[in-house]
């Protein structure tokens, strides 16, 4: 790990990580700017118009990139990114900048925290299913995403029939689309609730709803798609 370190040091602030702002498969939702997110006809959304929607595309479906995360085991190592895979079995690829923070249990870390077979939960910019770290939370062996009822989460599977379902408590008049998206700290904490409860999926944007909740987005897993988390990040819902 000393020569992953010292190549970290050298090439630190000399690269810099683009993220691409392509999308497929959503339906617009505000951001914080005032701008939109991308939409396209072409494939199907899986969100609510009062309850869960039957469309077979949102499984996958993309936003520009936005605050989210993921938590999964590290499965490869290079000098400024790792791979993981998440409990569902997707593949997520980690970017590191010279900004990403470590943190181990809830002390502070280094990069060389991170080795192969490290379960860890990671908070940043997702841009499908990359995502540019902002922090990377070591987890204990045998916690995290391990102790948490995963089997809730069902696999993403090409073809495969969408599941359509709600559990808890869905926001009453919730529609698709609505609600602003928001990146900080209430990001950070709403992704982490969520993927807490049903770890698997990649959080690629968070939603502040009208009723101060929050829509956390889901993609790579079947179901969820929406998991909903109060102003507490109390997870009271899914869907």
């Known amino acids: 790990m000393l020569s992953r370190k010292l190549t970290r040091f050298i090439v630190a602030g000399a690269a810099a990580i683009t993220v691409a702002g392509g999308s497929y498969g959503i339906v617009s ?16 959304s899986s969100g609510f ?20 995360g993921a938590s999964g085991t590290v499965a490869s190592l290079s000098a400024s990114k790792f791979t993981m895979t998440t409990s569902a079995g997707q593949k997520v690829t980690v970017d590191e900048a010279s900004s990403t923070t470590y943190q181990k249990g809830t002390s502070p870390a280094s990069a060389s925290a991170i080795t192969t077979g490290t379960p860890v939960l990671v908070l940043g910019t997702t841009s499908g299913t990359t995502i540019t770290a902002g922090q990377v ?24 029939p969408a599941t359509s ?22 990001a950070n904490k709403a992704t982490e609730a969520a993927l807490a409860a049903y770890p698997g999926g990649i959080v690629d944007r968070v939603v502040k709803l009208s009723n101060g909740e929050y829509n956390v987005h889901y993609i790579g897993v079947n ?7 109060n102003q507490n990040f109390k997870v009271v819902g899914a869907g």
């Not at 939702?29 to 199907?44: D, E, I, K, N």
């Not at 391990?146 to 809730?152: G, I, L, V």
């Not at 179901?223 to 988390?229: A, D, L, R, T």
Request: charged share 5%.
């Open 49 to 68: 118009a009062g309850g869960p929607g039957s469309g077979g595309g949102g499984s996958n479906a993309r936003s520009g990139p936005a605050s989210g």
């Open 165 to 186: 379902k709600q559990v808890g408590q869905i926001p009453a008049n919730y529609s698709q689309g609505s609600g602003t998206i928001v990146s900080g700290t209430a």
């Open 223 to 229: 179901w969820p798609h929406h998991v909903f988390v």
């Open 29 to 44: 939702a505000t951001s914080s700017s005032g701008s939109a997110a991308a939409s396209s006809p072409a494939a199907a």
């Open 137 to 160: 939370i070591v987890q204990p062996a045998g916690g995290g995403s391990a102790t948490s009822p995963a089997a809730k989460v069902i696999p993403f599977q090409r073809g495969a």
